[in-house]
């Protein structure tokens, strides 16, 4: 079963409503297929793109190192927020979140991805 990616983003919102950020990202062409930032100057259309970059690269060293394995998320923490990179089981698309990181619980954010990304085909 297939679920909507604007009722993806809907549903991450619902459990984490503070989130900074978070974008469907198709995979190939970096292009969000719904997106929502509850910081106005946080413009998440340019995040999927720099983000699809990150995961592009992790793909092409997968593959240069010969490694018979998939990208199952990606995270990346930052100063005060953390960034997580959560990939459909095709690889087609991933959702890009971005948290707070004092107010997140990072198991919590992965497991809450993890079930959105498992119906993202």
């Known amino acids: 079963m297939s679920i ?11 459990e984490l409503p503070t989130l900074v ?5 198709e995979t190939e ?3 969000p297929l719904a997106y929502h930032s509850n ?14 970059e990150v995961v592009k690269a ?6 240069a190192l010969k490694l018979n394995q998939k990208i199952q998320d990606i995270l990346l923490t930052l100063t005060d927020q953390l960034h997580l990179l959560k990939l459909s089981p095709d690889g087609g698309k991933f959702i890009y979140l971005a948290v707070n990181a004092k107010d997140t619980n990072l198991a919590m954010a992965r497991n809450i991805l993890k079930g959105h990304a498992d119906v993202l085909l």
């Not at 950020?21 to 990202?25: F, G, H, R």
């Not at 992790?58 to 593959?63: E, F, R, T």
């Open 29 to 31: 062409t970096g292009m």
């Open 58 to 63: 992790k793909l092409k060293a997968i593959s």
């Open 21 to 25: 950020s978070v974008a469907v990202v």
């Open 39 to 52: 910081i106005a100057e946080f413009d998440a259309e340019t995040a999927a793109a720099y983000n699809t």
């Open 4 to 14: 909507n990616p604007n009722t993806t983003v809907q549903s991450i919102l619902k």
